[in-house]
Each structure stands twice: as C-alpha cells, then as structure tokens.
C-alpha cells in the first residue's frame, strides 16, 4: 500500500481535472479517471451500494477513519513529515483492541468484530 503522501498527490488531480472540463462524462469514463469508485447499471445499484456498506462496516473504523485524514492531511505535509506521522498513527493503531482483534481473528480463520477501540 501506499502511504499517504503518495496517494494525496496520486488521487486529488485526478478528481479535480473535472472542475476544468465542462461535458458531461458517463459511469464508466467517471470509474477509469478514479472519479467515482465503480460504475454499475441501474438496475443493481441498490444491492451495489448494499453490498459495498457491509464491506466498510467490516473494516476497522480506527484504522479507516486515520487512513483517511491521514491522505488529506498529507497534501499540507512534505514526504518527511507525512511518513513520521504514518509511523506514529501506525504505532498507535497497533495498541488498539482492533488490532488485537484483528489478528485473533487471524490465527482463529475468522471474521474479525471491530469495535472502533
């Protein structure tokens, strides 16, 4: 995986060429940019998007949420600074009970329950 900084610039300019383009783009062309997730027909979206929410609801909230501020965050931060702070969000994460969770989970070949603790 790729830390936050890389993605940061990998992932914005992708999003943002939209605001410089004014025709209309569809579901599959809106997917190869990265502007959307997936493009899906119409008629399966709601068991799509079903679907996708119980996937993220099986992640761990912790790890997902800092993963997320973390990309955000690293469009303010040089390489340096953004990786000191990756090591430091990850040593925290690892004292979590979902990491422990996580890695019981593991070694019991299970899903792991997640708590956001």
């Not at 943002?16 to 119409?42: C, K, L, T, Y």
């Not at 925290?92 to 792991?112: C, G, H, Q, Y």
């Amino acid at each position: 995986m790729d830390d936050p900084y890389t993605l940061s610039r990998d992932l914005i300019p992708h999003r943002m060429q939209r605001f410089d383009r004014p025709e209309s783009i569809d579901g599959v062309e809106a997917e190869r940019i990265g502007f959307i997730n997936r493009a899906v027909e119409p008629e399966v979206l709601e068991a799509e998007v079903k679907k996708w929410a119980e996937e993220l609801m099986g992640l761990p909230p912790l790890a997902v949420g800092l993963g997320k501020r973390m990309v955000d965050k690293a469009l303010d931060m040089d390489i340096l600074t953004s990786l000191d702070v990756n090591a430091q969000v990850q040593s925290m994460l690892i004292k979590t009970e979902d990491f422990t969770e996580a890695m019981r989970a593991r070694v019991e070949k299970r899903r792991p329950q997640f708590k956001g603790k």
